[in-house]
């Protein structure tokens, strides 16, 4: 019978077998599920033959790129290389709105960036990639929209042009398999049983020019909201909660001072795999904490509004 422990003890004797005895592997890690559970279950196996390449895009949740380095350097010690490569983004994003543009952007400059590193690894010959059963479906049937939302998780045509080898440990389990045996490795439940977050992250929830400082407001705004919906014990009940910033002022009153300053939707849904969704009905009580404190904590924004549409026809995500 299958248990996460059995799961974890073939896996690693079967990476080990393939990756042989001398060759290193190198692995992405996106701070998600199933690169986190792909990487320990490859650095069982393999140790310090395995390189994680964290990379900062500058589109991340308040907080993910240091949990990330501590989790994974400080608590597991795997090799861990972390690429500050905010800036590079940023500069790549400067004068892109189209969603779609955006994604195409952020998934070149990874590649870009994953490449440079992984060829200092020395006798790096795979690739690990925390794809699922789902994933393995998906790619064989699917031609519309959901190809193109996860064409950023692969990374284009590295594994020919670099000759790497794939390792895909999860290739034949579900998203719940993957928590339990995420959980047997002590992947803490915090990491397990986050919210979806997309691969171009803040950038598509960033509406209107892409800065810095608009991607702080918008992050301070978010950890936030999260807060708010983890203490009224909402959290594991919602499909996804977050903040989206909008590409309008509104004006508003400080005082005797008329504001004209930014706007924040609230976004929460639930949902059973994300095809569809219902806007969640969070009571009021927690709509009115959230809102009062970002507007108060949060410089620079004014006014914010909670999202009542369902998908289809609106889509989880704004962009
Ligand atoms: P939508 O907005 O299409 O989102 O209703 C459905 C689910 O997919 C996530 N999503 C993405 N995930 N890259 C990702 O990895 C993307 O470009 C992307 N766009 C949307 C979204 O967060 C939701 O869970």
Redesign the pocket.
Known sequence: TWTPASFVEASVEAIRKKVGPDASAVCGLSGGVDSSVAAILCHRALGDRLVCIFVDNGLLRKGEAEQVVKMFGDHYHLRLVHVQAQKRFLDALSGVTDPEQK?KTIGRVFIEVFEEEAKKIEDCRFLVQGTLYPDVIESVSAKG?SA??????NVGGLPERMKLGLVEPLRELFKDEVRAVGATMGIPHHLLWRH?????GLA?RCLGPLTEERLNVLREADAIFEEEIREAGLYDKI??SFCVLLPVRTVGVMGDERTYDEVIALRAVD?KD??T?DWSRIPHEVLARASARIINEVRGVNRVVYDVSS?PPA????E
Do not use: D, N, Y
């Open positions: 994604r929209p193109v939302i996860k064409s950023h998780h979806p977050f997309p691969g171009p598509v499909w996804q949902s994300g095809m969704a998908k889509t989880i995500e704004w």
